[in-house]
């Protein structure tokens, strides 16, 4: 068995490596390495195990180094799941091994590995972000009754104020919403150029779904899908979608669209427990998972709490959300690009 480095000649073997495993996800693929590397300028050192031949697992790894934030080897940064997967534990073991060497090599603070499911490592851990995953029945009525009923009751306000759902070709509303969105939580947004390029690289499994009101966008989200899963993952709501419901609206719209497509698994993606997204989750009927995301620390002496709810981040954030908009889609830019 021998590790090597991803290029462009091993893409078409590493995504159909990841399309047949069991553990991999949408954040497994190959094109992130070109996502994030064109979109933020870090250096994405992918690898694999190889025998005989053949790709028998895989490592996405991206080097994410902040004066704010510190010096980390990530899998996935921008995603929330990665680790190692791979057809056995001889495969496991020594991509993780050639990742922690690779830690050693950049002089990271710390190679995170955000598995989506437990490993017995001995490695530090940190339950910070759970993630909520259900499957989907083959009845549109019968998801919507599974959704408890004050919930359910905050879709149909939406239907009833007449909002409808359209497919966006471009990213132009998706931004303009998501920005605001992401503003009024005090958190800088990614480029314009981000969401771009995923819908460029990742092509028909990069969806935008969007939520207009009397023919103005009033909410919009980016969904992934792969195999057999749907992952609603950038989506907001304009200052008029509380009032309408318009989120509740979307996120149904999206699994409806789902099931016509023949999707069984829903996934909400991760969040951290106690905030608004968590509560939100909870109340679609949804189940939380713990994400077991694992550190090898290299030069740190402690996990790293990289988080809006660390009390030193506080101040910053209260600051960023009386930013006015226009400031904040031009500085946040700038600081995202660090937030892997």
Known sequence: MEIKRLDDARKRDWDAFVETCPEATFFHRAGWKE???????????????????????????????????????????????????????????????????????????????????????????????????????????????????????????????????VLDRDIERLYDIYAESVRNLGTPVFPKRYFAILKEVFGEDCEILTVEHRGQAVASVMNFYFRDEVLPYYGGGSERARDLKANDFMYWEVMRRAVEKGIRVFDYGRSKEGTGSYRFKIHWGFEPERLPYEYELIKAKAVPDINPLNPKYRLFVSAWQRLPL?????????????LG
């Not at 060497?101 to 490993?119: H, I, M, S, T």
């Not at 226009?326 to 660090?338: I, N």
């Open 326 to 338: 226009p400031v904040s889609k031009w500085v946040g830019p700038w600081l995202s690009r660090s």
């Open 35 to 165: 996502v994030v590397e064109r979109a933020f300028g870090h250096t994405m050192p992918y690898l694999f195990a190889e025998s005989a031949g053949r790709i028998v697992g895989v490592l996405p790894l991206g080097h994410i180094k902040s004066f704010l934030f510190g010096n980390a080897l990530i899998s996935n940064p921008f995603c929330v799941y990665g680790g190692a997967v791979a057809e056995s534990e001889e495969a496991r073991v020594a991509l993780e091994q050639a990742g922690i060497q690779l830690a050693r090599e950049f002089g990271v603070d710390y190679l995170e590995l955000r598995n989506r499911l437990p490993r017995s490592t001995g490695r530090p851990t940190k339950a910070l972000y759970v993630t909520f995953r259900k499957d989907l029945d083959p009845d549109p009525e019968r998801n919507l009754s599974a959704v408890p009923r004050k919930q359910r009751a905050m879709i149909r306000k939406g239907m009833a104020a007449g909002l409808t759902s």
